[in-house]
């Protein structure tokens, strides 16, 4: 009998464990500007506030806001349309980011 597969296979469970969980939880990458800017396209439209920040101007809070140091899990709220961040600290730099951008971005 062969002990060899059975070990491998016993090696091989903790490392597909390991990449199960990390898929479970948020290993997904950083979220594009483009999904960014379709969440909040679509958070605006759900405000009532689709004809005060429109499609180009969600683009280009998007690109300020992917560029910044959020973490990757505000941004993925903020591309599935919530208004939602992971820390104070996100929801302190998100807001900061489109205070700060907000006059340029719907110019």
Same mark, same amino acid.
């Given at each position: 009998?062969? =002990?060899?597969?059975? &070990?491998?296979?016993? !090696?091989? !469970?903790?490392?597909?464990? *390991?990449?199960? &969980?990390?898929?479970?939880?948020?290993? @997904?990458?950083?979220?594009?500007?483009?999904?960014?800017?379709?969440? *909040?396209?679509?958070?605006?439209?759900?405000?009532?506030?689709?004809? +005060?920040?429109?499609?180009?101007? @969600?683009?280009? *809070?998007?690109?300020?806001?992917?560029?910044?140091?959020?973490?990757?899990?505000?941004?993925?709220? *903020?591309?599935?349309?919530?208004?939602? +961040?992971?820390?104070?600290?996100?929801?302190?730099?998100? =807001? +900061?980011?489109?205070?700060?951008? !907000?006059?340029?971005?719907? @110019?």
């Amino acid at each position: 009998m062969n =002990t060899r597969t059975p &070990s491998r296979l016993l !090696l091989a !469970l903790p490392i597909a464990a *390991l990449a199960f &969980s990390l898929a479970a939880c948020g290993g @997904a990458a950083r979220p594009t500007a483009d999904q960014v800017a379709d969440g *909040l396209t679509q958070f605006f439209d759900e405000q009532g506030m689709g004809d +005060q920040i429109d499609a180009d101007a @969600a683009a280009c *809070l998007a690109d300020h806001l992917v560029d910044s140091d959020l973490s990757d899990e505000t941004l993925r709220y *903020l591309a599935d349309g919530e208004d939602k +961040q992971s820390s104070v600290e996100d929801r302190d730099l998100t =807001t +900061q980011i489109l205070q700060d951008n !907000l006059a340029e971005c719907t @110019a």
